[in-house]
């Protein structure tokens, strides 16, 4: 874009900017022109919007400076459950937050999660089988949507019919409510709430190899976590893992639809080049739209003056096309590219996504999946995507390809 171009209307809240992907012309803008940016709020005070790489960086990295208390969503009333004084490790910052990931962290390093290869492999398999005599399906809710809840599933010892379950709870938790009946979020958390203590009292009787298990009897600091710790810790596994890694698959796939010269040369090669790309798709897709963060004190960002207790935002899927960053192919999908330091799973801060070496390997193993067995795979209509400010990804994407056996 010339400085002669006009300037798009900008607004990161209004879900109508996500209806089709995220709005980069407007994030192209503001890396532009207002790369931390003032950004009125509906029904708040406003925030700082934090667009390019670097700052995206910063803030990540500086919890002293940039609290993730009280929520890490725009709205203060989201994003935190209201436990009284207990909190989801999302919302907490060191040191009670590295003693409560302490708590699991050991699951999910990648030696814990090479471990669990085979098996994602074995669930990816079971999913495509779940529809490649079908010749259609849809692609979010039949095979996208499925490996996250199946894995994290297995991970707390539940059945996965069940993770399929809860995890349709967090999608009624989080849909706008304008689109829900009233009172369904508060009958999701209740349920969600009840099927966890029935885990926990299960798990106390009956302890597992399982991470409910080590949840059930964990201990921080000398205090045992009680019901109530254990129900946030459930529902934060539950959620953060579900709709992310859903979303890249199928948000992946619609990219590669839009770009077929690099779904051939994937689909050409995929033992050698799944690896880089999965990584440009994490790049282009950039499942988790932004992560808000609250000033402890004043501060200056990229020249901008801020003030204790405003809002800062990070978001992820402008800092990925920050051209500073990538170079003059940041707006190209480069199956290929290496380096690509991208900040998808966020910038290193203490935050850093906890699941991001098995979501990985879920990509990679559900992709294998999808493009070396379901033959001539092409869109039957249009991709509609979730009109969300925070998660982006397709709400449906009807697909259909040769029925195999
Ligand atoms: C494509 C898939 C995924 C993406 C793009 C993603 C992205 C993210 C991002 C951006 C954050 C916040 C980072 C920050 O604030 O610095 C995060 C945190 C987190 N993610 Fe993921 N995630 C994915 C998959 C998963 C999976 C599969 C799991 C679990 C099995 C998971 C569990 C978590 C947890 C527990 C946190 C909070 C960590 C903390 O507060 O210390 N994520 N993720």
């Known amino acids: 874009m010339t ?48 667009t390019r790489y670097q700052d995206v960086k ?59 290869r085979p098996r994602i492999e074995q669930l990816a398999a079971q999913i495509v089988d779940g529809v490649v005599e079908r010749g259609e399906c ?45 009172g369904a979020a508060l009958g999701a958390v209740l349920e969600m709430f009840n099927y966890a203590r029935q885990v926990w009292e299960r798990k106390r009787e009956e302890p597992g190899g399982d991470l409910a298990t080590r949840i059930a009897f964990a201990s921080v600091d000398d205090k045992g976590l009680d019901l109530i710790d254990f129900n946030l810790f459930f529902i934060l596994l539950i959620d953060a893992g579900g709709d992310t890694t859903r ?11 839009q770009h077929p010269d690099q779904l ?15 990584e440009e798709l994490l790049r282009w897709i950039s499942p988790v739209v932004y992560m808000r963060r609250t000033a402890t004190r004043d501060a200056s960002l990229a020249g901008a003056a801020m003030v204790a ?24 999908l480069d199956l290929a590219r290496s380096p690509n330091d991208h900040v998808a799973f966020g910038g290193g801060g203490p935050h850093f996504c906890l699941g991001a070496h098995i979501a990985r390997i879920e990509i990679d193993a559900l992709l294998r999946q999808v493009l070396s067995r379901l033959r001539e795979l092409e869109p039957a209509g249009p991709t509609e995507w979730l009109a969300s400010t925070f998660i982006s990804g397709p709400k449906h994407l009807p697909v259909r390809f040769r029925p195999g056996a």
């Open 264 to 278: 051939a040369w994937l689909a050409a090669d995929c033992d050698g080049r799944l690896a880089t790309a999965v």
């Open 58 to 116: 910063a803030v990540g990295r500086d919890p002293g400076t940039f609290s993730s208390v009280p929520t890490i969503m725009i709205p203060d009333n989201e994003g935190a459950l209201d436990a009284g004084d207990h909190q989801m490790m999302i919302t907490m910052d060191p040191p009670d937050h590295t003693g409560h990931r302490k708590l699991v962290s050991s699951q999910f390093i990648p030696r814990a999660a090479k471990a669990m």
């Open 3 to 50: 400085s002669a171009a006009p300037a798009p209307t900008i607004d990161l809240t209004a879900p109508e900017s996500f209806a089709r992907g995220q709005p980069h012309d407007q994030f192209r803008w503001l890396r532009t022109h207002d790369p931390v940016h003032w950004h009125p709020e509906p029904d708040g005070p406003g925030f700082w919007a934090v």
């Open 247 to 257: 979303n890249l698959v199928a948000g992946g796939l619609d990219a590669l639809f």
């Open 138 to 182: 849809d692609l979010v809710e039949d095979i996208a949507g499925l490996m996250p809840s199946y894995v994290i599933a297995d991970m707390l010892g539940i059945p996965l019919e069940d993770g399929v379950a809860l995890y349709r709870l967090t999608e009624t938790i989080h849909a706008a409510p304008e689109s829900r009946p009233p």
């Open 309 to 332: 207790g405003q809002k800062v935002v990070m978001y992820y899927g402008s800092a990925n096309r920050d051209e500073e960053a990538f170079g003059p192919t940041a707006d190209q």
